[in-house]
């Protein structure tokens, strides 16, 4: 009989294993051994698999346990009073030692070196304070940033249509500027799409009704996000201090409805009555729970607005994306639907009940405030427009290329924005040079 | 018991006994003694008090400073029945209510008989009840379908088949024998031309049959939704909306509602995917008229007789099925 079991020889006694292994000690066979007439090589090989335990297990194999020892001793100590303080106690205290000597030291030198010390660890800090942060606010358990992706549209119109000049690249640039700004610190994430004109599909057809297209591919570039936030170009966020969740989802119930007829500038009969329908497609507001609320679109005085839309990832989204370009309703319709993908939506919201109990309608200046110019010239309509004293989120500069200065909107805006969000210090600065320039100006005056 | 010789040592030697219990961190016994004294707790709180404050300086972002309340829903107080909790099968007719009425009674009858045999439900409503506005009254069957989901909210399945069409085999139990997953992928024709001699869109050839919501026959023309079944659920609901869409009831489609089907179904791939074609004969064999060359004409045994066509023009529904009332009578008795 063989003593020496050999792992290279095909050693293959499963009786005698067996017999020892059962034997009572816990041993790392033991999971292996169940069934019989296994050779060394598959036994070792399941146990190796199974990793319960593995074969040699140093202690302290983390890097603080491997390099603890060395690092404590291997820095400079006082052996001076060792007797005193170690007594009635563990002698292996060296930490305690250290740090005992390090606030001995500092107070040595005194608040210098302190003061020095957290002038330096501050900016340290703040540095990982903003990393942390972002983390935090992206990671899908914590701030569940990573859920969110905003789709921002570039170059609309661009391309095979018209040139840009210097004014649409300035817009560009503060959009979408403004945009990563936002997504960064919220951590979500920021698809930026070309929706130049191209000549994409053979029959040209399609021409332009690429929102589709685009918010199907982020899908399925974000496979985690749930909630995708369409922009257009000529949008600008306002307060980028509002996070999506805290501004719309947390409180979706008070800001949204569902019932269209709280505003309706189209005129949409609301609910649906024919006696054909089941009760949730018949309902006021489907089944009223927030988990069936795939879409959020804000209505501007004309109707829905796609200018700024969230939609979310689900079943339904899927189903609308695919049956919202048709050939036959785009033959048919073409002409007389403007706004493309729009006026399509606004017509299946009205034609296809199977619609209705998923849309959920947001007060546009929850999401897309409106400058004065677009629905309105006076800009006065507190459920259209921009007012500074409520800190609006996001402007929406919608139709100011037909005769509006887009770029002076922009400009505007992005100036007010700044001014509305300066820092404590800014504010404090310019406060102080307000006051020497008014006084500067008052004696100004009392000269002449 | 004793052995010749005491047990062999093991070759591997059992791993060291850990230090910590497994589970548990491994702190470095330095730093342990150093958390039990005092100023090792002050410390450790001190540093958790610092982050703490830099979390709550930083905030949580503010929030809206302007929730304008224009909403204020709260959830709908709908009954929600579960699907399956119904019947497994309602079978859906739309009567003509100008027709011969005795031949009205024998259809209706015809598809008594067999629901209450299986358990299932039946629903004959009409035309008029519909918002067809102009468009023929053959889309009827359309909103007839969705009208069965609402009133039977729990069933499985709807079947939808033509006034024209008799069930000549009614002991065959439809939800067992052909829409039970197993059975209806053997059943499926995959990755066949939907619209037949030679379509560019062909059935996906590698659906299960649990997610397959729309069963349905080719004839020698084309799709035949002159019998077919739809699975209660969101994806019908979805699917009866877009095909009733006023759009395509617009559009002049040579055969109506049998040419917007197959359109909707080559266009939309939410469509094409839940979609599965069985042989003719299985749901929808044809008595007379254009029927597929392999496997479209009535043999007896065939759970269904259709007779295309014959409510329509100078046609006489009841004249043609005279043979096969009596072969049913026969059998009854």
Known sequence: ?????????????????????????????????????????????????????????????????????????????????????????????????????????????????????????????????????RTWRRSPWLGGGSKYVVILAANQGGGVMEWKGPREWAIERDSVKNKKKYTRNWGYDLEIVDMSTKKRYAHEWRESWEKVDTIRNAMRKYPHAEWFWWLDTNTFIMEPTYSIQNHIFNQIRDVTYRDINIYNPLNITHPLTDEYLDPETRSLVGDGKIDSVNMLVPQDCGGFNLGSFLVRRSVWTDRLLDIWWDPVAYEQKHMEWEHKEQDAFEYMYQNQPWIRPHVAFIQQRQIMSFPPGACGEKGDDPNIHYQEKDRDFLVNMAGCEWGRDCWGEMYKYRQLSNHLNRTYWEKFKDGLSDFFTRKVKKEDKKKN | ????????????????????????????????????????????????????????????????????????????????????????????????????????????????????????????????????????????????????????????????????????????????????????????????????PDSVIKTFSNLKGDRIDFIVTQDKDGLAPSSFVIRNGEWAKFFLDAWFDPIYRSYNFQKAETHALEHIVQWHGTILAKLAIVPQNILNAYASGPASDTNGSFNEGDLVANFPGCDRDARDCFKEQHAYWEILEQGGK
Not at chain 1, 76 to 82: A, E, I, N, R, V
Not at chain 2, 88 to 112: F, L, S
Not at chain 2, 114 to 134: D, I, N, V
Request: hydrophobic share 40%; aromatic share 8%.
């Open chain 1, 1 to 133: 009989m063989s003593r020496s079991p050999s792992p290279h020889g095909g050693w293959s006694s499963p009786g005698l294993n067996t017999s020892y292994d059962n034997g009572g000690r816990h041993s790392p066979y033991v999971k292996g051994s169940s069934s019989h007439n296994v050779t060394w090589a598959s036994a070792q090989a399941r146990s190796a698999e199974v990793k319960g335990y593995p074969g040699f297990t140093p202690r302290n194999q983390g890097f603080f346990g491997k390099h603890f020892r060395r690092i404590s001793t291997s820095l400079p100590f006082t052996h001076g009073d060792k007797e005193k303080l170690g007594r009635g106690r563990p002698p292996a205290n060296k930490m305690m030692q250290l740090l005992t000597h390090i606030g001995r030291t500092l107070w040595r030198l005194r608040k210098i070196v302190a003061l020095v010390l957290l002038v330096l660890l501050i900016p340290m800090l703040r540095n990982s304070n903003t990393a942390l942060r």
């Open chain 2, 1 to 196: 018991m004793h052995f010749a010789m005491p047990p062999r040592k093991t070759s591997r030697p059992p791993p060291y006994a850990a230090r910590n219990q497994s589970g548990r961190i491994a702190i470095p016994p330095a730093l342990r003694n150093l958390l039990r004294t005092r100023a090792g707790q002050l410390l450790v709180a001190g540093v958790t008090c610092v982050f703490l404050l830099i979390w709550l300086l930083s905030g949580g972002g503010t929030s809206s400073t302007r929730a304008a309340k224009v909403g204020g829903w709260t959830a709908a107080s709908i009954p929600k029945v579960a699907v399956g909790t119904g019947p497994p099968v309602v079978v859906v007719t739309v009567i003509d209510p100008q027709a011969d009425p005795a031949w009205i009674d024998k259809i209706r009858n015809n598809r008594e008989e067999y629901a209450k045999r299986h358990g299932y439900q039946t629903f004959f409503p009409t035309p008029s009840q519909y918002p067809l506005k102009s468009s023929p009254t053959s889309w009827s069957r359309v909103p007839a379908i969705r009208h069965a989901i609402a009133l039977y909210p729990g069933c499985t399945f709807i079947w939808y088949l033509d006034a024209t069409a008799l069930i000549m085999n009614p002991s065959i139990p439809l939800h067992t024998s052909v829409l039970a997953p197993p059975k209806l992928e053997s059943l499926m024709i995959s990755n066949a031309p939907v619209v037949p």
